[in-house]
């Protein structure tokens, strides 16, 4: 199992020792955070005033920039700032936390990114179904991994990988295409079936995994290198409310999986059913059951 650096996702300024024992609450997105904004104004005028040999009063007058305790250790134990933010396992820093300038940081942003932050650190298992810790599920079997920025990360659900693939064709929409939550945004082909999944949340598409036009599409790792698209959320603040996450996700696809059991066996008898467990490929070894019937009624979405 990989191992993170930052385990309890502790704020920078706390991990550095400037601050007190406190939890990031942004997603590590200090651009947008009141508090980081409010400790480098405060690390900035005690700066300038020791330059004037000043020696700053008071509880503020403690409060260094976070960078300066960090560059204080060792190099070898300087986490660089994506180990930090739990995007990749410990790797020190080499460049002073001048990220700008940094080739790693440069790396990352172009390639690296696209796999590390979907990462599934921890699964949990829902009668043989795993579905990662950490990651958000919408009832259209898609789930959603939250990045920097208001971006997204979006693919199929293990339910679907096993129950309805592996599919002939995946065909994402087009970069910069606006989708909508519910609509139908991603195009599956299984042969001569047809099938779509429906967005979870509304947004912008960024990125297309690149494995899909190269023909490469890791269908069997749906969570990390099966991921679909990369967009930018318009309206996540509310759109995360309609999504379920841990608890809600378990509770969800077990009942999802009682009730496919359940329609297999009303309709067509214990065919695919094994133990009370689901088959994988199951179209393809019980072609008498209802494709689009299953699809309709599992992935939710309308003509």
Request: glycine fraction near 6%; charge should be neutral; include cysteine.
């Amino acid at each position: 199992m990989t191992t993170y650096f930052n385990k309890e996702n502790l704020c920078i300024w706390s991990l550095a020792g400037v601050i007190k024992k406190f939890k990031c609450k942004k997603e590590f997105d200090c651009y947008s955070c009141s508090l980081d904004k409010s400790l480098s104004k405060i690390a900035a005028q005690n700066s300038e005033l020791k330059k004037q040999g000043i020696i700053p009063k008071g509880k503020k007058g403690k409060i260094v920039h976070w960078k300066q305790n960090l560059l204080a250790l060792e190099p070898n134990k300087r986490p660089c700032i994506y180990s930090i933010k739990n995007k990749t396992p410990f790797r020190p820093c080499l460049n002073d936390y001048d990220c700008p300038t940094c080739e790693f940081n440069q790396y990352f942003e172009d390639v690296y990114a696209a796999y590390t932050e979907i990462e599934a650190i921890n699964q949990m298992n829902v009668k043989g179904f795993k579905f990662p810790h950490g990651y958000y599920l919408s009832k259209y079997h898609t789930w959603v991994k939250l990045g920097d920025n208001s971006t997204v990360i979006i693919g199929m659900d293990e339910f679907v990988s096993k129950l309805f693939g592996p599919f002939s064709e995946v065909r994402p929409p087009l970069l910069g295409k606006k989708i909508k939550k519910g609509t139908k945004h991603i195009f599956l082909k299984k042969y001569d079936k047809e099938a779509y999944l429906c967005a979870p949340v509304n947004g912008i598409i960024l990125e297309v995994n690149p494995d899909i036009w190269k023909g490469e599409f890791n269908q069997d790792d749906p969570y990390t290198k099966g991921w679909i698209v990369k967009l930018l959320a318009t309206n996540l603040i509310e759109d995360i409310k309609d999504l379920m996450f841990e608890e809600e996700v378990f509770n969800f696809l077990s009942q999802e999986i009682a009730l496919f059991l359940e329609e297999i066996e009303r309709t067509y008898g214990a065919l695919a059913a094994d133990g009370g467990e689901l088959s994988e490929d199951l179209f393809t070894k019980a072609p008498e059951l209802d494709w689009y019937l299953f699809c309709k009624k599992f992935l939710r979405y309308n003509n």
